[in-house]
C-alpha cells in the first residue's frame, strides 16, 4: 500500500505539470504527452526514489530526476517524437521544483523511505 500513497502523490506533484507542458509546449498530442509522463514517473520512481535517494539524499536525487527527463524526451526524438527544445527546459525545470522542493523532502521526513521502499507507521 505505501507505493501506491507514494506514486499517487508523485503523479499529482509531478505528472500534471510535466503533462501540461509537454502537451501545450511541447505541441504532443495528449495521448503521447500522457505515455512520457507516465513513462517518466514509473522510471524517476525506481531509479531516483527508489535506489539514488534513500543511498546519497535529495539533491542528487534531484538530478538524476532531471537528467531522467532531459535523456527521455531527448531520446524520444530518436524514435520520431518532435518535443520542442522549450519543452525539455520546462519539464527539466518542472521536474526540479516538484522533487526537489515538494515530493524527496515528503519521501524522506514523513514517509521514512528507505533502501526497502517506503513504510508508512511508526515515524518516531
Known amino acids: 500500500m505505501g507505493h501506491i500513497k507514494t506514486l499517487l502523490l508523485k503523479i499529482i506533484v509531478n505528472a500534471l505539470p510535466v503533462f501540461l507542458i ?44 532531471v537528467l531522467l527527463a532531459v535523456g ?27 522533487e526537489g522542493l515538494f515530493y524527496h523532502p515528503y519521501l524522506k521526513r514523513l514517509v521514512s523511505i528507505d533502501s526497502m521502499g517506503p513504510k508508512f507507521g511508526d515515524r518516531g
Not at 503521447?32 to 524517476?44: D, E, P, R, S
Open 72 to 98: 527521455l524526451l531527448w531520446s524520444s526524438k530518436l524514435v520520431g517524437l518532435t518535443v520542442s527544445n522549450r519543452a525539455l527546459i520546462y519539464t527539466a525545470l518542472a521536474v526540479a521544483l516538484a
Open 22 to 65: 509537454l502537451y501545450l509546449a511541447g505541441e504532443q498530442g495528449w495521448v503521447t504527452a500522457l505515455f512520457l509522463t507516465f513513462l517518466l514517473i514509473g522510471i524517476a520512481y525506481v531509479i531516483g526514489d527508489l535506489f539514488i535517494l534513500p543511498q546519497v539524499g535529495n539533491v542528487t536525487a534531484t538530478i538524476a530526476d
